[in-house]
C-alpha cells in the first residue's frame, strides 16, 4: 500500500468514529512477510520482529553509473542493489573497467546505505526485485528462501567469517536460552540467530527475548548499551560489540550456512534472457580478471569513490580489499559450474532455510524451491574458454565444489559449541546397527548442520549400560560396546557424504554406582550417544 493511501486513510480516520479507525488500522497493516520499521522488544521471550506494521516502497533511488556510461547510447541498462561487501565488489570493478559495457549493457548500481538516499530495507530490496524495476540483487540465499524475489543465477560466495554472532558469558550455543538476541531485522543476521537456535532445539519464541533493529549497526548499538546479551552481525561492525565486552561465540567459518548469490529478476529471465547472460559473462570476465590480476582490480574498486563506504582506499587498495576478501570464500566460474551442473546441495540449503523460516514462525512461500536455481547462465559462460580463471581467489575454500582435506587439523584443543539435542538412538537387539528410526533422527539433528559446515567437528561420545552378569562383564566389554555404538552413529554420518576426519570417536563408562546393576531403568539412562559440535578455531 503506497504512502498517499495510507495518509489519506488515516485522515478519513480522524473524521469517523472509533470503531472505524479500527477497521482503518487493520486495513494498512501489511503482511509480516513485508515489513519495513522498527519493532519494539517485549519484555518476554520470544519477542519477534513481526511485531512492526510499516509498509514498503517501490521508488527506487536513482543508479550510479561507471565512467564509461553514455545515457544516450543504445546499450540497455542493468541495475543491481547490493551491499558494501568485498566480494559484490565486484560490480564496481566491472564498471571502472569498462567491462558492462565491452559486453553490450550499461552497469547501474545501487549501493546499499551509501547514505540516507540508499537507505533500503531488506524488504524495499526484495520488493524491488520482485517488481522488475531492477535487473538483479546480491544478497543471500536465505532472503531467497524467505521471500522468492527472484531466481537464483550464479553463486558470489560461501560465507567464511564474516557473519558472527557475539556475547557476554555465553560459552556455548546452547547457553543462549534465556538470552536477549539482536540483530538487524530481515537480514542474514536474522537467519544466522535462528539456524543457531535450531541447532540447540531452542525456540526463538519462548527460549530467547528477540531485540530486532533496523541494521547491524543499530544492533551493535544496542548489544553495547545494554539492551541485549547476545548480537548476529557482520563485518567491520561486528567487532565494534567488543567495546561493552562481547566475544565471539561463532561464526561462518564454522557454521557455512551463509551463501551469497546473484538474484535476477523474473521479468528479465523472461523478457530480455540474452541481457542476462551479457550481464553473467561479464561478471565472470571481471572476476577472473580479479583474480588473475589483483592490485590493479583492488585499484579499480578504489577509484570508485565512495571510500568510506567501501573502506577500499586509493593509497591502501590492495591490503584494504584483501582483508575484505578473506573471510569470503568466493565461487569463481569453476565452482559455479560444479554447483549449477548438479543444483541439488542448492536446493537443498534452501530447502532447509526454509524449514528454520517457518520454525522461526515467518511466513514463507509455498512456491517449489527448485524454480528458484536457474544454472543455464553460468553454464552457458563456462562453456566459454576466455571466461575460465587462471588464478585462485584469496580464499579458495568453497566448500560446495570440492572436498575439503581435514585430516592435519588438530582437535586436541577442541572447544565445545554447542551439546546437540538428540542423545538417544535405538539399536537392533544384542547390535550396534542403529535402527531406521535413529537414522531418521540423526538425519533431522545432525546432518543438516554438519553438511553445512566444514569448519566444525563432532565428538562423538558412546555410552552402554553395564548390567549384572555371571561372570561380571569387564571395563574392556563395556568400552567395546559404548565405542561400538559411537562408532555406528560416524560410520552412518559419513555414509551421509561427512568426511570422516571430522569426528573425535571416544567411549565412557558409567558411573561406579551404576555397574553390575540389574535395575532397568538405571541401564537405561546409562544408554546413549552423546553428540558434541566442537571447533578448534573459536
Same mark, same amino acid.
Given at each position: 500500500m503506497d504512502r498517499t493511501r495510507i495518509i489519506f486513510i488515516a485522515i478519513i480516520g480522524l473524521a469517523l468514529m472509533a470503531v472505524c479507525g479500527v477497521v482503518a488500522y487493520n486495513l494498512i497493516t501489511p503482511d509480516e512477510s513485508l515489513v519495513d520499521g522498527?519493532?519494539?522488544?517485549?519484555?518476554?521471550?520470544g519477542s519477534s520482529s513481526s511485531s512492526s506494521t510499516p509498509t514498503v516502497r517501490l521508488d527506487s533511488p536513482e543508479p550510479i553509473w561507471g565512467p564509461n556510461n553514455d545515457a544516450h547510447s543504445d546499450l540497455p541498462a542493468y541495475i543491481c542493489g547490493a551491499d558494501a561487501f568485498g566480494s559484490y565488489f565486484t560490480l564496481q570493478q566491472m564498471q571502472m573497467s569498462g567491462t558492462d559495457i565491452e559486453n553490450g549493457f550499461r552497469l547501474g548500481i545501487i549501493p546499499f546505505d551509501l547514505n540516507d538516499d540508499y537507505a533500503i530495507s531488506e524488504?524495499?530490496?526484495?520488493?524491488?526485485?520482485?517488481?522488475?524495476?531492477?535487473?538483479?540483487?546480491?544478497?543471500?540465499? !536465505?532472503s531467497v528462501a524467505l521471500s522468492s524475489p527472484g531466481v537464483i543465477t550464479a553463486i558470489v560466495d560461501e560465507s567464511a567469517g564474516a557473519d558472527q554472532l557475539w556475547g557476554r558469558d555465553v560459552p556455548t550455543i546452547n547457553d543462549l536460552k534465556g538470552q536477549r538476541i539482536t540483530f538487524s531485522r530481515g537480514s542474514v543476521g536474522e537467519y544466522f540467530v535462528y539456524y543457531a537456535l535450531s541447532i540447540a532445539q531452542l525456540s526463538p519464541r519462548s527460549d530467547v527475548t528477540l531485540v530486532p533493529q533496523d541494521s547491524v549497526a543499530d544492533a551493535v548499538a544496542a548489544f553495547n548499551e545494554g539492551q541485549a546479551d547476545v548480537v548476529s552481525g557482520w563485518e567491520p561492525d561486528i567487532y565494534d560489540a567488543e567495546s561493552s565486552g562481547g566475544a565471539p561465540l561463532l561464526s561462518s567459518n564454522q557454521l557455512r550456512i551463509v551463501i551469497d548469490v546473484i538474484v535476477t529478476s523474473r521479468q528479465s529471465l523472461n523478457s530480455n534472457a540474452e541481457l542476462v547472460q551479457n550481464f553473467h559473462n561479464a561478471w565472470f570476465a571481471t572476476l577472473k580478471a580479479q583474480t588473475e590480476g589483483f592490485d590493479t582490480a583492488a585499484s579499480q574498486i578504489a577509484a570508485w569513490g565512495n571510500? !568510506?563506504?567501501?573502506y577500499v582506499y586509493e593509497e591502501s587498495a590492495s591490503d584494504d580489499f584483501r582483508l575484505w576478501l578473506e573471510s569470503v570464500a568466493q565461487a569463481d566460474l569453476g565452482d559455479n559450474a560444479f554447483v549449477m551442473r548438479d543444483t541439488r546441495p542448492i536446493i537443498n540449503r534452501l530447502q532447509i532455510a526454509r524449514r528454520v523460516w517457518a520454525a522461526s514462525d515467518l511466513s514463507v512461500p509455498a512456491d517449489d524451491v527448485t524454480a528458484l536455481v536457474e544454472p543455464s547462465y553460468v553454464l552457458r559462460a563456462a562453456d566459454q574458454a576466455s571466461l575460465q580463471p587462471l588464478a585462485n581467489p584469496v580464499n579458495d575454500t568453497f566448500s560446495i565444489s570440492a572436498q575439503l582435506d581435514l585430516t !592435519?587439523?588438530?582437535?586436541? !584443543?577442541?572447544?565445545?559449541?554447542?551439546?546437540?539435542?538428540?542423545?538417544?538412538?535405538?539399536?537392533?537387539?544384542?547390535s550396534t546397527e542403529l535402527t531406521l528410526e535413529s537414522r531418521r533422527i540423526l538425519d533431522n539433528c545432525v546432518v543438516p548442520t554438519l553438511s553445512q559446515s566444514v569448519g566444525l567437528f563432532l565428538r562423538v561420545k558412546g555410552s552402554s549400560a553395564w548390567p549384572a552378569n555371571d561372570p561380571p562383564w569387564t571395563e574392556d566389554d563395556i568400552l567395546e560396546v559404548a565405542e561400538g555404538r559411537a562408532q555406528s552413529v560416524v560410520d552412518y554420518l559419513v555414509s551421509q557424504g561427512i568426511d570422516p576426519a571430522r569426528f573425535i570417536v571416544e567411549a565412557e563408562l558409567p558411573p561406579v554406582e551404576h555397574r553390575n546393576t540389574d535395575d532397568a531403568n538405571i541401564q537405561e539412562s546409562d544408554r546413549f550417544v552423546e553428540l558434541t559440535l566442537v571447533t578448534s578455531g573459536r
Open positions: 522498527t519493532a519494539v522488544a517485549d519484555a518476554t521471550p524488504e524495499q530490496r526484495t520488493a524491488l526485485l520482485d517488481s522488475g524495476q531492477w535487473n538483479c540483487l546480491l544478497t543471500t540465499l !536465505d571510500n !568510506d563506504w567501501s !592435519d587439523v588438530a582437535t586436541g !584443543d577442541a572447544a565445545t559449541l554447542a551439546v546437540l539435542p538428540c542423545r538417544t538412538f535405538v539399536f537392533l537387539p544384542e
